[in-house]
Every structure is written in structure tokens, then in C-alpha cells.
């Protein structure tokens, strides 16, 4: 049986995989053309499809061989939640810190809401403190 909370669950796998291709244009059109992302740190909310866009190049910039392994999700109604695991190569610049070449890891917790077959917001908390850590020259960290 095909339920809308499974529809949903598959979605967020679907976008999952995409991100991890680097097929960005397929995870846009997951997402509603009203998409609201909701990161920490941030001063507000970030809003549409271009908005999403610029983060994940910037993180596929950084990161281009990202991997993810999702752990843990489940949905009900129109939310899923989502406790997912990343693993990369800092190859190129993230957050102004050039690429080492070193492995990273790091984790996430993230929530969706769907909306009409598509992700309509998102609250994620990625743990950037370890993932910086793996990344900043010794003794900045």
C-alpha cells in the first residue's frame, strides 16, 4: 500500500540521492517553489529554490564527493524526520577555509514538511562544530 507518509518518505530519499549525484536542478524540483529553509545561525529563514541551491553548491563546492547514509527516518502526516551521517573530501574551499584534503564526517538531525508531493520547509541542525574542527588548521580549533 502506497500511504502518503511512505510517498514522502521515498521523496526525501529521492532528494537524498540526487544531492549525493550533485544533481541539483533534480533536488530543486523536489522542493516547492515556496521552499522555506530554516538553518542555524542564520538571521531568518531562507526562502525558494535558488536559496537552496547556493547552499548545497556551496557545501558540494567544499565537499564534492559527499556521501550520505541515512540512519534513521520516519514521517507522519506531512513531516518527516531525518537523522543522517555525511562523509567527504574537503577538496575545495568551505566556509573560507581552503581544501585539505583531509576526510570529514559529521552528522545531521533535519525535519521536512511536504507539501502536495513536494518539500515545502525544512529545519536542519547540521554538527558544523565537528566538521570545522576536521577541517581548521591545528590550534584553531
Not at 547552499?55 to 550520505?68: C, E, K, T, V
Request: overall charge negative; some cysteine; proline content about 6%.
Amino acid at each position: 500500500m502506497d500511504t502518503t507518509t511512505e510517498r514522502n518518505l521515498n521523496l526525501l530519499h529521492t532528494a537524498y540521492r540526487a544531492l549525493e549525484r550533485g544533481d541539483l536542478d533534480a533536488c530543486a524540483h523536489l522542493l516547492t517553489e515556496d521552499f522555506v529553509a530554516h538553518l542555524p545561525g542564520a538571521p531568518g529563514p531562507r526562502y525558494g529554490r535558488e536559496a537552496w541551491k547556493a547552499g548545497a553548491r556551496a557545501m558540494l563546492g567544499g565537499f564534492p564527493d559527499l556521501r550520505i547514509t541515512v540512519d534513521d527516518m520516519f514521517g507522519v502526516e506531512g513531516r518527516v524526520a531525518v537523522r543522517v551521517r555525511f562523509r567527504a573530501t574537503h577538496l575545495g574551499t568551505f566556509q573560507g577555509v581552503a581544501a585539505t584534503g583531509r576526510p570529514v564526517h559529521f552528522s545531521s538531525v533535519e525535519l521536512y514538511r511536504v507539501a502536495d508531493g513536494r518539500v515545502a520547509e525544512e529545519w536542519v541542525a547540521p554538527d558544523l562544530v565537528t566538521l570545522m574542527r576536521q577541517i581548521s588548521p591545528p590550534g584553531d580549533g
